[in-house]
């Protein structure tokens, strides 16, 4: 006796977001904060600065679990991966965190919806409650360093020393491409459909930026203030780590992603305006 077999019909693929719509969805969100009241920005902000620091505490975890056992390269590689969990939390929690922003918030400002004020009121509120946040994360590593299992203050003053032993324009530029990188990843996850493909592109852009040893001026904050804190590096070291790192993070969100993204796709939209117009003319 033949049995009746249900045949599934294969579900449709999902169309990818075109450029002008993942404008569209990252100028909205980005409005949505712009115009967010300065509590609710420094909560959020002040979240994420504090949740990035688990990116911070694996990696030191794993530096000391790790060191001698493997070789070096290994043990890097294994630590860097450490550094996407502190940007998943904060990402995919939608805490605000500042390099997105360098990206995002100035999006409405190149359309013309909003003021260049508000967008140097957002950067000011979520730059320095991510600094506090982060800062707060530090005093917390290096109070339990040596007193809980697998957290060595050795570890922590590799990480810190590690960053502060480049130049001036090093850092600056190296934080120019991390910025980059971050506003790449903004723009990825806006065009992303699924949770998932939101994990792996955060895995993937955050791991290259800790593989790469590039200078995040929100993880750097916590990695650098830690040694700070442990009496590795000093106050002056710690602000000559952060002002370029800094600056180089604006330059490569604004810049190289922001500007171009914005400039491209609008370029795109009226080319398809023109086209349509050229076609029904034919028409």
């Keep these: 006796m033949l049995r009746n077999k249900t045949i599934k019909e294969p579900e449709e693929q999902k169309p990818q977001k075109s450029q002008q719509l993942i404008l569209k969805h990252t100028e909205e969100a980005a409005l949505t904060q712009l115009n967010r009241t300065p509590i609710g920005l420094m909560l959020s902000a002040l979240s994420a600065g504090l949740d990035i620091g688990f990116s911070v505490l694996m990696m030191a975890v794993v530096l000391a679990l790790f060191h001698g056992v493997f070789p070096g390269p290994v043990v890097q590689f294994l630590v860097a991966n450490m550094y996407s969990l502190g940007f998943m939390f904060v990402v995919l929690g939608r805490s605000e965190l500042f390099t997105e922003h360098t990206t995002l918030a100035i999006l409405p400002v190149l359309q013309g919806l909003t003021p260049i004020k508000k967008l140097l009121r957002l950067w000011g509120i979520v730059y320095f409650s991510n600094i506090v946040g982060g800062l707060i ?147």
């Design 137 to 283: 994360f530090a005093l917390i590593l290096s109070y339990l360093a040596n007193n809980v299992h697998l957290l060595q203050s050795w570890a922590l003053a590799k990480i810190s020393s590690d960053l502060i032993s480049h130049s001036w324009m090093a850092l600056l530029i190296s934080a120019a491409l991390a910025g980059w990188l971050m506003g790449l990843l903004a723009w990825l996850v806006a065009a992303a459909r699924e949770t998932v493909s939101q994990i792996i592109i955060i895995w993937i852009i955050t791991t290259c930026i800790g593989l790469a040893g590039l200078a995040h001026s929100i993880v750097g904050n916590i990695e650098v203030s830690a040694g700070l804190f442990n009496g590795n590096i000093s106050f002056i070291q710690y602000i000559n780590f952060l002002v370029p790192v800094t600056l180089g993070n604006i330059i490569g969100g604004v810049f190289f992603v922001g500007i171009l993204k914005f400039s491209h796709t609008s370029l795109s939209g009226k080319e398809e305006v023109i086209d349509l117009e050229d076609h029904t003319e034919r028409k």
